[in-house]
């Protein structure tokens, strides 16, 4: 679902990124108040979790299109819908800069579309109510197939209404959201699954980790052995997505490109242009799932060092 420069006006893009870099200061704030000694490597772990699992593509039987999870449920469900959007947010960001995926005037778009939507409305609105307290592993995965599918819905309705507003492109409107609902549908669908077999599995083995059980006001100064066996789990398995199943991911047009196809006959025009910074395009390395969970790790720590380093500081400036 990663916009392209070739369907934002710069007006829309302005719109988008100004709302962007508010919901952005609006998280950093949120997140200081956040007392949890796990946070910042576990939003580290799970960006690079993440960024792997993005990689992969995969294929939509019967309609020649293809989609990859958006982890938006995943990251809130962990650490908390306003830490899931940073999350997402650094992994976006490192997606477009460095390897070129989704445009850098779309970026603003982006970041509503897919982590917005996702972690600030879907997962608080939809997930949390239904998955509540986190004890049944069957609410966990209804909850997370429905946020999901309507967080998907959400982005790619968001597309359409982005994409009108812009008029740089011609899209018949009604066509051009028939197309990207259904196929999102699918796409959200399977995302919702892959979803609910993560956070069953933590809900199983260390239930406490789920942002449902961690509201509260203290938690013990040193991080359980059981959050760093999972966390292990977790930076393993991105590896291990990283290196060997990206050969796997499906070579068929995303969702965005799908649709454009359908009408136009042309996927090019959802392809985002390569910005200077890009380089890794399009992911041109063997270890580029590697790389860039890297860096979203260490941009992650670095954020997170920084937000927190202000709130000891203002918490001493007031003493």
């Known amino acids: ?31 200081k108040k956040i007392e949890r000694n796990d946070i910042v490597p576990l939003m580290g772990v799970l960006g690079a979790f993440v960024f ?14 293809s989609g990859h999870i958006i982890g938006g449920i995943l990251l809130a469900a962990l650490v908390g819908p306003w830490a899931g959007f940073i999350t997402l947010c650094s992994v976006l960001i490192i997606q477009c800069l460095i390897f070129a995926d989704g445009g850098l005037m779309a970026l603003g778009c982006n970041i509503i579309n897919m982590a917005a939507m996702s972690c600030l409305v879907a997962a608080p609105l ?29 982005g790619a309705v968001l597309v ?13 409107t009604n066509d051009f959201l028939g197309l990207m609902t259904a196929i999102h549908l699918a796409i959200g669908a399977v ?18 980790m789920l942002y449902a059980c961690q509201e509260r006001e203290s938690q013990d100064k040193r ?36 649709s454009i196809a359908k009408i136009t006959g042309d996927t090019e025009i959802g392809v985002a242009s390569v910005p ?10 063997t270890f580029a799932g590697v790389i860039g969970g890297i ?9 997170c060092a920084l937000i927190f380093r202000r709130t000891k500081t203002s918490v001493v400036d007031k003493k």
């Open 223 to 258: 991080m359980p052995k059981r959050t760093k066996i999972v966390m292990s789990v977790l930076g393993s398995l991105a590896l291990v997505m990283a290196v060997g199943f990206t050969w796997l991911a499906s070579s068929d047009p995303d969702g965005l490109e799908w």
């Open 126 to 154: 939809i997930y949390k109510p239904i998955a509540g307290d986190g004890k049944s592993i069957w609410r966990i995965t209804l909850g997370a197939v429905l946020a999901s599918i309507i967080g998907l819905e959400l």
């Open 295 to 303: 860096i979203v790790m260490v941009l992650l720590w670095c954020v």
């Open 160 to 172: 359409t209404v982005e994409t009108e507003l812009s008029g740089v492109t011609a899209l018949p």
């Open 191 to 208: 995302e919702g699954v892959a979803t609910a077999v993560v956070l069953s599995f933590v809900a199983s083995y260390k239930p406490d």
């Open 1 to 31: 679902m990663h916009m392209a420069d070739a369907l934002v006006s710069p007006a829309v893009a302005g719109v988008a990124g100004a709302v962007a870099v508010a919901l952005i200061a609006v998280s950093s704030g949120k997140i």
């Open 52 to 65: 792997a699992a993005q990689m992969i593509n995969f294929s939509i039987p019967g309609t020649g299109s």
């Open 276 to 285: 200077a910074t890009a380089f890794l395009p399009d992911y041109d390395s």
